[in-house]
Structures are given as structure tokens and as C-alpha cells.
């Protein structure tokens, strides 16, 4: 649960998870109207990987991020769906998109 305690995190990973195709790191340089480095991005996504929410695959120079859907709901339920809606509720009481691009 560490891995969704930020915001940013639980940004990339719902925007992922709602995709229709991979994403890549690139998708997320900005975020609540700041641009984020690729370094600090890198980091993000490596806990992200790390906690078993999502498989990256390197095509090129890219790495294309999907989600882990199957792993995901067998180890948390319903618990990631109620964390994702919670974010989602705070950015439209913020009057932030929960997509800033």
C-alpha cells in the first residue's frame, strides 16, 4: 500500500490501469499544472513495479507500462478500485482533473 501513499503515484497508476494501451513514462511529465523530472518519474514507476501493480516493457528506449490487473484484484480486491475513487473524488472536490494532460 506504500506504493499508491502518493499522489502522484495514484495518479500514474490510475491513468494506467484505465488505458487502453501502455502508457509510457513520457505521458506523465507534468502533473498539477508542475513539470515533473524523468528521474524522479524513473523512481515512481520502479515502486509501482516493485509493489506488483504494474509491468514495464522495454521497447527501444522506451519503457511501456500496463497494469497487473489479474495480480492486483486476487492480492487486493476491491481495496486498489476504492483507493483509485478516493483519489479521483479528491481532485474533483480540488476542481483538479484527475488527468492533467
Known amino acids: 500500500m506504500h506504493a499508491l501513499s502518493d ?17 509510457t513514462c513520457s505521458a506523465f511529465l507534468a502533473f498539477s499544472n508542475r513539470n515533473i523530472p524523468k528521474s524522479t518519474l ?6 509501482l513495479r516493485e509493489a ?3 509491468r514495464s516493457e522495454r521497447k527501444g528506449v522506451e519503457m511501456h507500462n500496463t497494469p497487473r ?5 486476487e492480492r487486493f480486491g476491491a481495496l486498489i478500485a476504492a483507493i483509485i475513487n478516493a483519489y479521483a473524488a479528491q481532485c474533483a472536490r480540488a476542481h483538479t482533473p484527475p488527468d492533467p494532460q
Request: hydrophobic share 40%.
Open 7 to 23: 499522489p502522484l503515484r495514484v495518479h500514474i497508476f490510475s491513468q494506467i490501469a484505465s488505458a487502453q494501451c501502455p502508457q
Open 42 to 47: 524513473s523512481q515512481h514507476f520502479k515502486v
Open 52 to 54: 506488483g501493480l504494474i
Open 69 to 73: 490487473h489479474e495480480d492486483v484484484h
